[in-house]
T-cell receptor, first 115, second 114 residues
Framework: DAKTTQPTSMDCAEGRAANLPCNHS???????VYWYRQIHSQGPQYIIH???NNETNEMASLIITEDRKSSTLILPHATLRDTAVYYCIVRGPLIFFQGAQKLVFGQGTRLTINP | EPEVTQTPSHQVTQMGQEVILRCVPISNHLYFYWYRQILGQKVEFLVSFYNNEISEKSEIFDDQFSVERPDGSNFTLKIRSTKLEDSAMYFC????????????FGPGTRLTVT
């Protein structure tokens, strides 16, 4: 799996958009970009994933550059409850009868939302 | 609503004892994963399990660990003889039906070995 690089920590004001960058310059053509977050010691929470196109769901938007070497997770209106460690993970596709490959977590970005 | 629940939420055991951690899916799942997170460290992959067989395991998953699906529904992780360094959060993960690209994690079991 390709390696990712994220800033160690970021701050954002409540109500503003939080933009979390991730570099994955060695990503392969069939690898997806995933974002998870972990609040305190809770189980990691799935946020969003994408392959080439930008994606949006009820939680966030994912912007992937055209060369796919980097991406940005956008939380459009951050709240205090968005304070967490955010993980950008690159993973290969599902292999039927074997399952999708494991998730390899890095240190992530510790995002603090300030009131 | 969570795809999986885990029991117990917290387990305290003495070194050398056996522990069994349980993962209970809400609906029928074929794929299961176990991860662990030592306090202050990264989430680490332990083992993946598909169709009642281990499909991949990490170096951490040595002979002290085993997984099984005893009743076709629950999914268990057993540590035969716990060590102090086994103290960690243990997370089970699986996929929602029809959404095999989204891995969902349970709330975890905090294992404390004394």
């Amino acid at each position: 799996d390709a390696k990712t690089t994220q800033p160690t920590s970021m701050d954002c004001a409540e109500g503003r958009a939080a933009n979390l960058p991730c570099n994955h310059s060695t990503i392969s053509g069939n690898e997806y970009v995933y974002w998870y977050r972990q609040i305190h010691s809770q189980g990691p929470q799935y946020i969003i994933h994408g392959l080439k196109n930008n994606e949006t769901n009820e939680m966030a938007s994912l912007i992937i550059t055209e060369d796919r070497k980097s991406s940005t997770l956008i939380l459009p209106h951050a709240t205090l409850r968005d304070t967490a460690v955010y993980y950008c993970i690159v993973r290969g596709p599902l292999i039927f009868f074997q399952g999708a490959q494991k998730l390899v977590f890095g240190q992530g970005t510790r995002l603090t939302i300030n009131p | 609503e969570p795809e999986v629940t885990q029991t117990p939420s917290h387990q305290v055991t003495q070194m050398g004892q056996e522990v069994i951690l349980r993962c209970v899916p809400i609906s029928n799942h074929l794929y299961f994963y176990w991860y662990r997170q030592i306090l202050g460290q990264k989430v680490e992959f332990l083992v993946s399990f598909y169709n009642n067989e281990i499909s991949e395991k990490s170096e951490i998953f040595d002979d002290q660990f085993s997984v099984e699906r005893p009743d076709g529904s629950n999914f268990t992780l057993k540590i035969r003889s716990t060590k102090l360094e086994d103290s960690a959060m243990y997370f089970c993960a699986t996929f929602p039906p029809g959404r095999l690209l989204e891995q969902y994690f349970g709330p975890g079991t905090r294992l404390t070995v004394t």
